[in-house]
């Protein structure tokens, strides 16, 4: 039912954990089945140094969460506000059909965290 | 790799002695039973003696079974059929929120075709109260179906008590017995049980064939016309393999039940004993003791099914899971709903379903390779975070 790459993101997860002093954190659920997915990032100037998710959910969003701090690690915020849910799926090799709410999951949760980071930054200044 | 299969209600191996029986009809013995000829007249006295089989371990008559070609057909036509021929008697059918869709879907269709239909609710651990199910017959209630054991939990309901409320109340018990027919003993006539759905494909036999079991004297209009097969009530050209199948499976689980239960319960007792030892925050859902010997259904709280069904099939051990991810529909269980279960919960379920073949090695390496799997999915989730602080 999955691709070859959902596996492997699904077995071998990239980027698990958390950050405890993030500068910005995405958390986000999925109201379709009841998921929810944690993500945080650590940005130096205006580039995603280091990024960690937590996801509750299956397979596809664990694999969707993992392949989303892949494309954002070292991107720029305005490159990582770009990533859609569609360029995640794509980057795994597609979803299935029924499976393609999972990655709004990971986008959702990445422009949650930069958001969350931007509005932080905002109250410092 | 490792196959171990611990999916049971959802279907079994053909038993081997199964396959043997009816070999010979998908080989040599290929005419149709309602010819005049040679070629029918093996296939035809093949047919009685499966509907023999399976009146002997249901306790009625062979002219009182049915053939049909599943569990869902039996279901659709005791519903439909009963409904149908009692249509000048009464309007209202009453059954429970716990059902296979194939009893659930046709109810609400029943409801969509100006039929009152109850859907009794369940508590926790999926029983209904049989006051409220007394309370809910009226004059003109014409059927009670509920089912015999639940397929998602092996909750098994009083079915001797329904026998006896529905027969004092003067309307027709239909029960869903698929998950139950080979796992507990079941008598009709001791049971006051109308109509008895069963299906081959749970007890050993090939997909393709069940049957109704209808008593003397209950009217029922067929699902499928045509021919004058099954003594009218149900046309087509008899499944001979699949009958001659589901006979043979009735009569090895006759000869064998007693035994295969013991084997069985034991391993699920060994299961479940071994999961809540090793694991932390498990929760059974079902009934802890009336319960069918072959069903385990647990969930693992702050992870999702799915992922843990893909963790076990990777190494080889296959059970299935209510979560809403599994569903196809995004909608978790609509049993574990009707419980009460929170959705979080039932998100985590898992139901092991064991059967004949499984051994004791097959639990212990369930017990080694279950724990892992469980400790990684919660490092990933931000629920179990919260929990351990
Ligand atoms: C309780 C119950 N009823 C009915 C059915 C349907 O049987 P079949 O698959 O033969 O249509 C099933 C099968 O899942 C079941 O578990
Ligand atoms: S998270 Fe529920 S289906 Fe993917």
């Not at chain 2, 029918?40 to 509907?51: F, H, L, N, Q």
């Not at chain 2, 002219?63 to 519903?79: D, K, L, R």
């Not at chain 2, 379903?353 to 999915?377: A, F, H, M, Q």
Request: aromatic residues 6%; hydrophobic residues 40%; negative net charge.
């Amino acid at each position: 039912m999955y691709s070859e790459k959902v596996m492997d993101h699904f077995m071998n997860p990239r980027n698990m954990g958390e950050i405890p002093d993030a500068d910005g954190v995405g958390t986000v659920g999925n109201p379709a089945c009841g998921d929810i997915m944690q993500l945080y990032i650590k940005v130096e100037g205006n580039v995603i140094k280091d990024v960690k998710f937590k996801t509750f959910g299956c397979g596809a969003a664990i694999a969707t969460s993992s392949m989303v701090t892949e494309l954002v690690k070292g991107k720029t915020l305005e490159e990582a506000e770009k990533i859609s849910n569609k360029t995640v799926a794509e980057a795994l090799d597609g979803l299935p059909p029924i499976k393609m709410h999972c990655s709004n999951l990971a986008a959702d949760a990445l422009h949650a965290a930069i958001e969350d980071y931007r509005k932080k930054r905002a109250s410092k200044a | 790799m490792k196959r171990i299969y611990l999916d049971h209600n959802a279907t079994t191996p053909v038993h081997p002695e199964v396959f043997e029986a009816m070999v010979p009809y998908l080989k040599d013995e290929w005419g149709n039973p309602s010819s005049i000829h040679w070629a029918a007249r093996e296939p035809k006295k093949a047919i009685d003696s499966a509907r023999e089989k399976v009146a002997a371990l249901l306790g009625c008559e062979a002219n009182e079974i049915v053939f049909t070609s599943c569990g869902s057909e039996s279901n659709n036509f005791a519903i439909k059929g009963v409904a149908d021929a009692l249509r000048g008697k009464g309007n209202h059918i009453i059954t429970t929120s716990v059902e296979h869709p194939s009893v659930l879907n046709t109810c609400k269709f029943m409801e969509r075709e100006g039929w009152e239909v109850t859907f009794l609710p369940v508590d926790p651990y999926g029983m209904i109260d049989l006051d409220q199910l007394r309370d809910s017959i009226t004059d003109k209630t014409i059927l009670v179906s509920i089912m015999f054991a639940n397929n998602e939990t092996g909750t098994i309901f009083p079915v001797e008590e329904i026998g006896k409320i529905t027969r004092e109340k003067g309307v027709l018990f239909h029960c869903d017995a698929v998950q139950a027919v080979g796992k507990v003993p079941i008598d009709v006539k001791r049971l006051n049980i109308d109509l008895l759905s069963l299906s081959g494909h749970k007890l050993y036999a090939p997909k393709g064939v069940g049957a109704l079991y209808v008593r003397r004297g209950v009217r029922i209009t067929p699902l499928i016309h045509g021919g004058h097969q099954e003594r009218n009530r149900r046309a087509g050209t008899e499944n001979v393999a699949g009958i001659v199948a589901l006979g043979k499976a009735c009569e090895i689980a006759m000869r064998d039940m007693d035994e295969e239960v013991a084997h069985i319960t034991r391993l699920r007792d060994k299961l479940e004993k071994g999961i809540m030892e090793r694991i932390e925050h498990v929760k059974l859902n079902g009934h802890p003791t009336k319960r069918l010997p072959t069903t385990l259904n647990v969930s693992f709280m702050y992870i999702e099914g799915e992922s843990i069904l893909l963790n076990l099939d990777m190494k080889g051990v296959a059970a299935s899971s209510g979560s809403a991810c599994t569903s196809g529909s995004l909608e978790p269980s609509h049993v574990l709903m009707a419980m009460g279960v929170p959705p979080e919960i039932a998100h985590g379920s898992v139901r092991f379903s064991l059967g004949r073949d499984n051994t004791d090695e097959d639990i212990d390496y369930v017990l080694e390779i279950l724990p892992p799997i469980v400790e990684r999915l919660r490092s990933m989730s931000p629920l179990y975070a919260k929990v351990k602080g």
